[in-house]
Each structure stands twice: as structure tokens, then as C-alpha cells.
């Protein structure tokens, strides 16, 4: 009497397809997650430092230069210092904010109690250190709102973000459905 052997490789075959329908998307989820997870990690570091920038701005206000004290607040520039004798708010944004791009931008906002409309102040400007983009040495808040609840200043924030799950997508030129612009922002008014 014999006996039929099965074959080995129509069970290894079987494993590889598998695999391939399980494995696959099990992989794909895990990159999800880790991208998801990036992606808050971002947003939540580029809210902690427009909250950092707007209280520097509404503690450096109105009374700051009372007793002899200088410490007149500007828009920029940005020198990447971060020793603590920061005098521009996109230096204390950009020290507070590590790991963002340097394509970040910083827009800057006045409201007056007054009013109900958003009014620019200065430029919007990069957080680059190299193209030293945020250079304006306007004050901030300016003299018209540097008085205690005068006026309420608003920085926003915002930052490209670039998924890695578009590499996994076929074809040679890159694809751009997997970016978008990421922002934050945070207000408050003059202290003292």
C-alpha cells in the first residue's frame, strides 16, 4: 500500500497568497497610524508655540517698560537662538515650536474691542532661519493697542503636511492627495 505525500509547495504557495491578502492591508493601517499620529504630533506642537508667542506679546505690553525696563516686542527677525533673551515673537514661536518645517508661516493680527474685523499687522512671514523672512522689526502689539483689553491679537499658524502613504501609491510622478496645510491659532489681549 502508498501512501499519497503532500505537496510542499502548493502549501507554500497558499502561505505567500496569505499573506498577501492579510499582510498587506495590516501594514497599510500600521503606516495609517503612525501618519495620524505625526500628523497631531504637528498640530499639537505648532499650538503650543503660537500659545507661547501670544502670551509673550500680551505680558510685553503696555507697563513693560516701567522702572527702566526695555523690552519692546517685535514681529521678528528670527535667529534661532533660544537662550531666553528672545525679543521678537516669531523667535519665541520658533523656539518653542521644535520640529516645524521651515516653510511654517506666522501671521500676525490686531483686534480692536470696538470692533469685529480682523486687521493684518505686517506681513505674513516665514519661520526659516536661513531666509530670515520674518525680519520686520514692527512692534507687536502695536502702539495703538498696547494699552491693558485695548485691542485682542491673534497669531495663526500654519504648515505643510506631507504623508508618507503617498510613496506607496503606484506610478512614477509624485502624487499630491497626500498633503495639505495644517494651522493653528491662538489669541488674547494686553495684559498690562
Given at each position: 500500500m502508498t501512501t499519497k505525500r503532500p505537496s510542499r509547495l502548493r502549501k507554500n504557495g497558499?502561505?505567500?497568497?496569505?499573506?498577501?491578502?492579510?499582510?498587506?492591508?495590516i501594514l497599510f493601517v500600521l503606516i495609517s497610524v503612525f501618519e495620524v499620529s505625526r500628523g497631531m504630533w504637528i498640530y499639537h506642537t505648532m499650538a503650543h508655540a503660537v500659545r507661547d508667542g501670544v502670551r509673550y506679546a500680551s505680558v510685553h505690553g503696555y507697563n513693560c517698560t516701567n522702572n527702566g525696563n526695555n523690552c519692546a516686542v517685535t514681529m521678528g527677525p528670527v535667529t534661532n537662538k533660544c537662550d531666553g533673551t528672545n525679543t521678537s515673537v516669531a523667535e519665541v514661536i520658533r523656539c518653542s515650536g521644535v520640529?516645524?518645517?521651515?516653510?511654517?508661516?506666522?501671521?500676525?493680527?490686531?483686534?480692536a474691542s470696538s470692533s469685529s474685523t480682523k486687521v493684518q499687522t505686517g506681513t505674513s512671514c516665514s519661520l526659516s532661519?536661513?531666509?530670515?523672512?520674518?525680519?520686520?522689526?514692527?512692534?507687536?502689539?502695536p502702539p495703538s493697542c498696547n494699552t491693558p483689553r485695548a485691542c485682542r491679537i491673534e497669531i495663526d499658524i500654519t504648515t505643510p503636511f506631507n504623508s508618507a502613504i503617498a510613496m506607496f501609491w503606484p506610478g512614477a510622478v509624485p502624487v499630491s492627495f497626500a498633503s495639505g496645510i495644517l494651522g493653528a491659532s491662538s489669541a488674547d489681549v494686553v495684559q498690562y
Open positions: 497558499q502561505a505567500l497568497v496569505e499573506f498577501t491578502f492579510v499582510g498587506i492591508p520640529g516645524l518645517s521651515d516653510s511654517t508661516t506666522v501671521s500676525f493680527y490686531t483686534l532661519t536661513t531666509a530670515n523672512l520674518c525680519s520686520s522689526a514692527n512692534t507687536f502689539p
